[in-house]
Every structure is written in structure tokens, then in C-alpha cells.
């Protein structure tokens, strides 16, 4: 009874429903933003799922050609819970460990597994979000194209329902593991992000290293020969989504119950076992985490040393990167997570069976749409590395300070420029690697993707702050909502990609126009640096009238 | 010098009257006690003077500076301390005075000389080198006290600012308020502690429900209530009617 008013309590706090109730009583105008903001995020998930189905009925097509339409169950289910899992691991860090109410919940009389319980459904329910647009795409696909009846119905809502579990009792207990095993001296937290990033690794390489391995074993024939080849092929990583397919497309009725039956099972299992690991886990490393072991303590006569003196956009620079690096949650998110899947998509290219496709990247014709896409990834890391999105919302409660500063807002923001920048350049290593090892980039053609991408970066970074400028998220209870529960960050994508595309669209209509390769690139990066210079003087004529409103 | 001209704060559009057509004059030399129940409206009133929150009518001119047409000069002069030591909890005691140093353009000799002093003063300069988030509440209260005197401001505002403090420290603050005090510049504080009140201000506002009730010396504040023996009584009194 405990275990579920928390899980009701936590809902409703994520959902902030208790809030909305408010605003519908007190007939509040924020209801009708929220409302805006709940529409938008279904309309972008709508059209991401509508890409999705678009991408699965292609593939749907090829496959039912060859007997094997119902592997796109499979992959479905697949690509669903590894989703589930990358975009899980932060969020379970962070509403596990990183919570506001969490001293609170430790001081009840409750067991570790009672309070994690309701910490978990928080984290199902935003599973569930994550897992709506891939698999919700291929349930319905399959029931379209297959012409199912009302049993499919059933049996996907079921499906469905358990999809997220087993891949976030994973997560978790992977979390609970990690968490509890690093409480080791002063640099935790340092130590937390390198276990987390290895976890992440772990679960990358896994997946790849089962496919892979899998499509080197068997031919294709014998795959084709066998109905269900291509759904065990592709279920190897994850054997529950070839049960999960099974249970939607029987050979009978009493095996497709046994299937879901199964499915359901065994994800049941994972939850309890995750219950038992956060019995003896959670509290652990918890508790450990929040004890900060001071340094050693200094002396009067060292203070001489220790103050320096700053110009006050560097100071802002400065504090956001210091803050960046020393909070786990926001590490593992903003760079951690950007740095790792390029990397090992550099290393996968040196995979057994990758030959082909490196030789196609190095040939002519694909060389320069790497390179633009080579320049488009600095200008996305742009928007994701720092989030410019959130630079304000991150400052939360310490938003007061920044009121408080004789220093105008246009200077605090060219502060938060300087340092989402740097961490933009974080890509140019990354690049370089790349050059290195697989594209043999020439030093000219290294510098024209760097000064391109950093062009692209600039009205990508402006328009996101502005987008935070507006409307900061500043009340948020964990970090991960100041991120990834932000809806800033979902309207700065947006406003990024579009940005991006105009762009490209630039450089395709200059090559339309007859002008060569290069001309396009200069006409694309001037774009860009006019796009941000008029973002930039907007910014900072609206900059003091909007923090002034921002209310603390 | 802070003066308050007609300040009026509302939430909820309109419904909820925090601050409600306020007026006073605290002078340079002078220690202004802030007192009302809880919800009375005592920290809108100080967020609107630091600049936290934008009253809905009237001005505030802090040290001859209108807070809406010269903000930046209104946050050099003051000092802020708020009833919660929230600060950068991943940064360093240093590293947090290094930044205000730097956003209030105080000279590295400058802000050494006093941050040394005053670190030494409430017990700090150890802990100085740590983290933060390993400060107990109390220290987080020093730290962030140290921050707001940094800058040697002429106006000096404190939401509750011995709620957390020792002794000792909250000793020493009182001293520090004193010595502000006597060098000509002004201190605003508001409190639930009576005593310290009523010894140490020059002057006493009390506010109830967003208005001004009483406002004087002590000894004016006496004549206003029938109980006059201590502050608590006349507080009381008053608060009540």
C-alpha cells in the first residue's frame, strides 16, 4: 500500500499534476501553454513515429517479399528497447540519485526497494514515451499490412505494456551496480561518469557485437531458407523481442499465448530482480554519494595564491564549465553520450565486414557529402554537447545569483556563448580522429569542415539560447528534467534542425546555380554567420527586459 | 539609502496582495529591522528592493539609484544575503568568491585582502579550498555572507540572516552590521529574532499582510502598543489587531 501511494505521489509529481489542477481551478493562462507545449511534443513524437512507419513499410516491403515481413516485429522491438536502454541510463541516474526529495524519502520508514519502486515509475512512464515512437509505428504497420484481427489487438497492447520493463530493469540495475561500486574517495562523481560511459559502451558494443557476429555465422540462404531466420537473427541481441514476435504472429493460438506469456514473465522477473538489487544497492550508493569528503584544509597564508582575477565573461564561461564537468548527470548527457557513440562508430568501421563500406566513403563521389556532413555534425554538436537549450533553465534555484550580479544579461549570455562554443570544439578531435583513420581528410579540407561547422554551430547555439531566454525552466527537482525533460530542448532541436536545413538547402541551390563545390561552401558558411550576427544583435537587444522578467 | 515610494507586488493576478502600497526611508548610518508573521510580505519586499522581482506600482531608489532605470549600478551597491544559502554546490569556496570578485570588478589584491580577513573572521579560510556541497548549512550561510561583502557595499540587505549561524558567528555579524552601520552605510534586515531586533536597529518596520503597520524607534514603537515592555509584547500586540 506505501510502495503504491509512492508510485501515485511520484507520478504525480513528475506530471505535475497536482500543478495543472491549480491552473484549472484558478483558470490560470499557463494551462493553455502547458496545453501549447503537450501538443507540440505529441506533434514532433507524431512525426517522428510517421518517419519511423514510413522507414518500417519500405523495409516491410522488401522483407514480406522474401517470407519475411513479420521480422519487422523484431526489429521493432529491438530498436524500441535499445532506445529504451541509451535514453534510460541517464534518466534512471538522475531520478534514482540525483532527486531533490530523495534525503527526504531515506528519513521515512520505508525499505530502499519501496522508495525505488516509486522512483522506477517515473522512469517507466517516461520509458513508455520513448518507446511509443518505434514501437507503436511497427504494432500498427504489422496489423495494417498483415490484415490482423482483434486477438492481435490483444495481444500488442500486452506487448506493449512490457516492452520498456526488462529494458529498464537493465538500466537499472546496471545503475544500482555502478552507483553503489564507485563511492570510492573524492572523485566519485568523475568515477560515476566513467562507469556509467562504460556501461554505456558496454551495451553499444553488445548489441553491435551480436549482429554482427550473428550475420558472419550463418549464410544468407540458410537465413532465407528458414522462416524465421531473419526474426532470430535480428532477436539475437535480445532474445525477448523474437518471443514478443512470436506471441504477435503465431504459428497457433496456444503457442502465441505461451509466447506473450513469456514475454511478460520474464520481464516480471527482471523487475523483481531489480527490486532485490535495489534492496541491497540503492541506499548504498546513495547514501555513500551524498557524503562529500572535504579536501585537505588550506592555510591563511595560501589564499594569497588561490584568488585570481577574471573579465566577467570569462568568470560565466568559466563557472558553466566547472559546473558541466563536476555534475555527473549533466557529463554523462551533454558530452559523455556525444563523444562516445562517434567513437565507436569510428571503431565499428574497423569491424570484420566493414571493408566495403569504407572503401565507398573514401571514394569520390561520397567524399563530399562527408565532408558536409562531417561540418554538419560540429554545428549538432552545437546544440547538444552544451544544450544551449537549457543554459538557463540549468542554473534552476541559483538563478537568484545571476539576478543579483552587476553584470548586464547581454554580457551573462556572451558567457554562455564562450562557453558553448569551446564545447562545440570538442568535435574537432572527434573529426580528427576520423581523418586519421578512416577519410584521409588534406589539412584544406580538414579547416574548411571545421570553419563551416563552427559557422553552422553559431545561429544553432544563438537561436537555442534565445528559445531558453524566453522561457527558462528554472523549478525543476532533478537535473535530468532541466535537460531532457525540458521542452526548450525539444523546441531547440527543432529550431536547429531547421536552421541546418536552410543552410543546406543554400549550398544545394548554389550548386544548382553552377557555382562549384567550394563556392557553395563559402555561400553556406556566410549564410550562417549572417544568420547569427542578426540573432546575436536581436539577443542582446531583448536580453535585459527578458531577465528581468524571469521570476526567482 | 533606500527609499521606497508606493511599492505595490501581486500574485495570482491580482488576487494575492503580498506587498500592498508600501513606503519607507531607510538612511545611509542606519540599521533597519524588517519584522511580520510569516507570509507578510517581509522577503517580496526585499527581492523588490535587490531586484529579484519587479514590484507592480511604485519605485525603489537605492542609494540615490532607480532600481528600474539604473539596475546595474542598484546591484553594485548592495549586498545581498537571502533567507537560503543557495549557492553553487559543484564549485569551490574560492572558486564562488573568485566569480563574485570578478562580477563586482573587486581587484585581486583588493578582494584577497578582505576575503582573507573575513574567512578568518567566521571560521572559514580551512574550508575554503572544498567543495560546497561538503559545507554544512551554516557554512553555506558564512560563504554566501563573505560573498555579499566582498564588494564592500554601501547597502547591506539580509533575508533572516542569522537563521543557521553559531554563536559566535552570529555575533560577529551583528558586529559587522554595527561597524557597517557606523561608517555611514545601510543596513536592512529582516528577522523573526526579536531580541536581536531590538537591540541592535536603529530604526523598526513591521508589515502584516503586505502593509506597513508600524514603523519608529523603539520608543516610538512603545507608545503604539498598551504592553510596551519588550518588542515581543509590542510585536505581538500589534500583529494581532
Redesign the interface.
Given at each position: 500500500m506505501k510502495t503504491w501511494r509512492l508510485v501515485v505521489l511520484h507520478i504525480n509529481l513528475n506530471f505535475g499534476l497536482s500543478v495543472l489542477r491549480h491552473h484549472w481551478k484558478?483558470k490560470?493562462k499557463k494551462l493553455l501553454g502547458q496545453a501549447g507545449i503537450t501538443a507540440v511534443v505529441l506533434l514532433t513524437a507524431a512525426t517522428f513515429g510517421g518517419m519511423y512507419y514510413a522507414f518500417l513499410n519500405m523495409t516491410y516491403n522488401a522483407l514480406s517479399a522474401l517470407g519475411h515481413g513479420q521480422a519487422v516485429l523484431t526489429m521493432g522491438v529491438v530498436t524500441s528497447s535499445l532506445f529504451v536502454v541509451l535514453a534510460g541510463l541517464a534518466l534512471v541516474v538522475s531520478v534514482f540519485y540525483f532527486a531533490d526529495d530523495l534525503e527526504f524519502l531515506v528519513s521515512l520508514p520505508l525499505w530502499p526497494h519501496q522508495v525505488l519502486a516509486g522512483k522506477f515509475a517515473t522512469v517507466l512512464v517516461n520509458a513508455y514515451l520513448i518507446a511509443a515512437p518505434f514501437a507503436i509505428p511497427t504494432l500498427v504497420l504489422f496489423c495494417i499490412r498483415e490484415g490482423m484481427g482483434p486477438s492481435y489487438w490483444l495481444t500488442s497492447a500486452l506487448v506493449f505494456l512490457f516492452i520498456p520493463i526488462l529494458p529498464l530493469t537493465i538500466a537499472s540495475v546496471g545503475v544500482l551496480f555502478i552507483m553503489s561500486v564507485t563511492n570510492i574517495g573524492r572523485h566519485k562523481d568523475a568515477l560515476r561518469v566513467v562507469g556509467l560511459s562504460l556501461l554505456l559502451m558496454l551495451a553499444l558494443g553488445f548489441n553491435y557485437l551480436f549482429s554482427s557476429a550473428a550475420a558472419g555465422m550463418e549464410n544468407i540462404q540458410s537465413i532465407l531458407r528458414d522462416s524465421e531466420g531473419l526474426v532470430r537473427i535480428v532477436g539475437r541481441a535480445y532474445p525477448p523481442a523474437v518471443w514478443a514476435t512470436r506471441a504477435l504472429n503465431p504459428v497457433t493460438l496456444s503457442s502465441g499465448v505461451l509466447y506473450a506469456v513469456l514475454f511478460a514473465v520474464v520481464s516480471t522477473a527482471g523487475f523483481g530482480l531489480m527490486m532485490v538489487a535495489a534492496h541491497y544497492l540503492f541506499y548504498k550508493g546513495l547514501i555513500a554519494g551524498k557524503e562529500?569528503?572535504?579536501?585537505?584544509?588550506?592555510?591563511?597564508d595560501?589564499?594569497?595564491f588561490?584568488?585570481?582575477?577574471?573579465?566577467?565573461i570569462?568568470?560565466i564561461a568559466?563557472?558553466e564549465i566547472?559546473?558541466l564537468v563536476?555534475?555527473p548527470i549533466f557529463m554523462f548527457n551533454s558530452v559523455a553520450m556525444l563523444v562516445i557513440l562517434p567513437l565507436i562508430s569510428v571503431f565499428t568501421m574497423f569491424m570484420p565486414g566493414s571493408d566495403t563500406l569504407r572503401a565507398l566513403i573514401q571514394s569520390g563521389v561520397a567524399r563530399q557529402t562527408i565532408m558536409l556532413g562531417a561540418a554538419g555534425f560540429i554545428a549538432i554538436m552545437g546544440m547538444f554537447a552544451p544544450s544551449p537549450a537549457s543554459a538557463i533553465s540549468r542554473e534552476g534555484?541559483?538563478f537568484?545569483?545571476s539576478?543579483?550580479?552587476?553584470?548586464?544579461a547581454a554580457d551573462q549570455l556572451k558567457g554562455k556563448l564562450v562557453y558553448s562554443f569551446a564545447l562545440t570544439a570538442l568535435a574537432i578531435p572527434i573529426l580528427y580522429l576520423y581523418s586519421l583513420l578512416v577519410f584521409s581528410w588534406s589539412a584544406l579540407e580538414f579547416v574548411a569542415i571545421i570553419l563551416l561547422g563552427m559557422a553552422g554551430s553559431a545561429p544553432v547555439i544563438i537561436s537555442n539560447l534565445l528559445i531558453d531566454l524566453f522561457r527558462p525552466y528554472l523549478t525543476w527537482d532533478d537535473p535530468q528534467k532541466a535537460i531532457k525533460q525540458n521542452f526548450n530542448v525539444v523546441a531547440g532541436m527543432l529550431a536547429g534542425s531547421a536552421i541546418l536545413f536552410v543552410l543546406y538547402k543554400a549550398f544545394e541551390g548554389a550548386l544548382e546555380m553552377g557555382l562549384g563545390f567550394w563556392p557553395a561552401w563559402t555561400v553556406a558558411g556566410a549564410l550562417a554567420v549572417l544568420l547569427a550576427l542578426l540573432m546575436y544583435a536581436y539577443m542582446v537587444k531583448v536580453s535585459?527586459s527578458l531577465y528581468?522578467?524571469i521570476?526567482? | 539609502m533606500i527609499e521606497i515610494r508606493n511599492v505595490s507586488k501581486s500574485y495570482n493576478k491580482g488576487q494575492i496582495k503580498a506587498v500592498d502600497d508600501l513606503s519607507l526611508q531607510v538612511q545611509p548610518g542606519e540599521i533597519f529591522g524588517f519584522l511580520g508573521p510569516n507570509g507578510a510580505g517581509k522577503t517580496t519586499t526585499i527581492k523588490m528592493i535587490v531586484g529579484l522581482l519587479e514590484p507592480d506600482r511604485g519605485s525603489i531608489v537605492v542609494n540615490g539609484y532607480d532600481i528600474r532605470k539604473d539596475p546595474i549600478k542598484v546591484r553594485k551597491s548592495i549586498g545581498f544575503v537571502p533567507d537560503n544559502p543557495s549557492v553553487y554546490e559543484r564549485l569551490t569556496g574560492i572558486e564562488y568568491l573568485n566569480f563574485l570578485g570578478d562580477m563586482y570588478d573587486v581587484p585581486r589584491a583588493v578582494r584577497t585582502k578582505r576575503a582573507k580577513e573575513l574567512l578568518e573572521l567566521f571560521e572559514l579560510t580551512g574550508d575554503v579550498g572544498n567543495l560546497i556541497q561538503s559545507y554544512s548549512h551554516g557554512m553555506r550561510q558564512k560563504l554566501v555572507l563573505i560573498g555579499a561583502l566582498l564588494h564592500a557595499p554601501d547597502v547591506f540587505v539580509l533575508d533572516e540572516p542569522m537563521v543557521g549561524l553559531d554563536p559566535r558567528s552570529a555575533h560577529n555579524l551583528k558586529e559587522i552590521m554595527s561597524r557597517h552601520c557606523q561608517e555611514g552605510k545601510t543596513v536592512f534586515f529582516s528577522t523573526h529574532i526579536l531580541d536581536v531586533a531590538e537591540r541592535l536597529c536603529d530604526r523598526i518596520g513591521i508589515i502584516r499582510r503586505g502593509k506597513l503597520i508600524a514603523c519608529g524607534t523603539m520608543d516610538q514603537l512603545r507608545h503604539m502598543a498598551n504592553n510596551k515592555e519588550t518588542l515581543e509584547n509590542v510585536f505581538l500586540e500589534l500583529t494581532e489587531q
Open positions: 484558478t490560470d562529500v569528503s572535504p579536501g585537505r584544509r588550506l592555510r591563511w595560501e589564499l594569497d588561490r584568488f585570481s582575477e577574471a573579465s566577467p570569462r568568470a568559466r563557472r566547472r559546473i563536476r555534475t534555484k541559483l537568484w545569483i539576478k543579483m550580479i552587476p553584470v548586464t535585459d528581468r522578467r521570476p526567482v | -
